[in-house]
């Protein structure tokens, strides 16, 4: 997408050479990751890197031996010298196989063991982060470019190596080649940089494309993720929507396909140019060494260890120019990684947290809270100033975008507000350790996550620190009311939930939801949050559940979101929202009392069942 390529995708010399900085970086994490197979890898290299000049020297001691008992009379000279030098050379072959066969086998595992530690870190990383932060095109960006530096780990770890194998064989070459005549080592060097600047000019271009195309390739995947997911197949098929799909993701990737393409197609081209000159290089020594052989100036054993050296030497110095950019370009790939590590939650924890209060005296209280999602400039919420106290049972009302969830995500400092603050027992939330926050809630979302796991891990979600508790999670999974139909299942606590995996059950929405309400159940909390959390169940269901969660908080604080009149009313109190506002407060009937938007909504909602 030409169009997309933006200056801020240019990458300078000195942005590569500064790249290369996260070299150490990684090879401090691959050291983290696993210490025996990095001290493996890397000695195996260096003795590899010895091997090669070796060979050749112990091959150039053979040769002239074998001509000097050619052309001397005295048959009955010794070969065992001869025999030495072939024994030898013989164990150095075989030993460059084996170890070889080592490296392959250390980079396989290492590479493996580093890709699995890079996502955990990842994993880890974006746990601590901002809900905000995850709404931001740019974090996406930036994470799936950290994502896919973990997959392809394993090539730059193998080329990082070579690069430092490769380095000291050419250090070891090159010092025979400097003994014999220095202008070799600048002219092999000399040819070989035009093949070199080609390749990190391509590189350079490739790595701006590809970064410029990351949104469109996110797109790419999601419509695939849509067109192939279980949780879409139900829509896809009903609307017919698979063509549609299809048909998107093929425009996409070609227009992305097209630009690659162009810039492969000029890149081959002018790697098969050149190249020539490096040929060219590496035929003019060959000349001149055939040229000395012929005046009898050097030996043929000189001749075979100088060609070798110069065909490994010219090899070598191509393989690392061409590596040079393929790894630069890996370390500015790096660089998106740890830039990754490098985003700081903007939620700040207290240095010195106040104690939680427990129990919880005065409540909850809103003073003037506003809220702006960050890529909006609308108010979410605003102007609200209301409290929540101990003990009580608050309703939040309103029309959809109202603003309801908005503010019970601002309670459990998924967000801070805008303006005003929050306080909590006429303490700012701000200054409550989060974690503790988190834990003296228990919340259930409306999208809340029907996790492919087992129904025990699907309940010990609310409390993970719970999760082999089981006497704690049939208790919760009674509270919810989910035990009626889990001690049904096939493998009741024991099954696998979703159809992801084998034998796995799906549940229907009305019971994946007492699943949620049973999260809810089991922690402590002294406040419970509960988000819709009964749309999906029948009319009966739901007045078990709600007698339920009234008997079991009896002294806790909750706070209900519902579109449902028949759960609002049980509240104590009921706040009215509209445009993010307060609009009105009172119990059920003074609210009907008061003939406003409450009583407004109230008499929709009984017009439909009359
Ligand atoms: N992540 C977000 N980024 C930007 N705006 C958002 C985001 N989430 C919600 N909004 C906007 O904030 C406003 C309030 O949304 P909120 O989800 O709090 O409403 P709600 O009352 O819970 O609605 P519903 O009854 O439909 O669940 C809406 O206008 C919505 O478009």
Redesign the pocket.
Known sequence: MKGEKTSADAISFRDRLRALNNIPRLLKMVWETNPYLTIVTVVTRIILAALPVAILYVGKLFINEVVMLIHNSDKTLSHSYLWQLVAIEFGLVITTNALNRVILLVDVLLGDRLSNYSFMRIMTHASKLD??QF?DSVFYDKLERARQQCIGRTVLLTNVFGQLQDTVTVCFLISGLVLFNPWFTIILFISTLPSFLGEYYFNNKNYSLIRSQMERRREMEYISSLGTSDITAKEVRAFDLSTFFVNRFRNISNRLYFDIRALETKRSAWAIILAITGSVGYYSAFVYIIQKVLMGSISIGDLTFLLGSIRQVSGVLQNLMKRFSTVSQGAIYLRDFFEFFEIMPKIKLPVNPKPFPRPIKEGFTFENVGFK????T?W??RNLNFTLHAGEKLA?V????????????LLVRLYDPTEGRILLDGVDLREYDLAELRLEIGIIF?DFLKYQMTTTENIAVGNISEMNNHTLIAKSAKKSLANIFIEKLPKQYDQMLGRHFQQGVELSGGEWQKIALARAYMRDAQLMVL??PTAALDAKSEYEVFQRFSELTKNKSALL?S?RFSTVRMADRILV?EK?ELLEVGSHDELLHQNGKYAELFELQAMGYR
């Open positions: 809900l905000e709404e999602y960050n890529n909006s609308k979410a919420n939040l309103g029309e959809n975008g109202a603003g309801k969830t908005t503010l019970v995500k409306q988000d819709e979101i579109h929202l993010g």
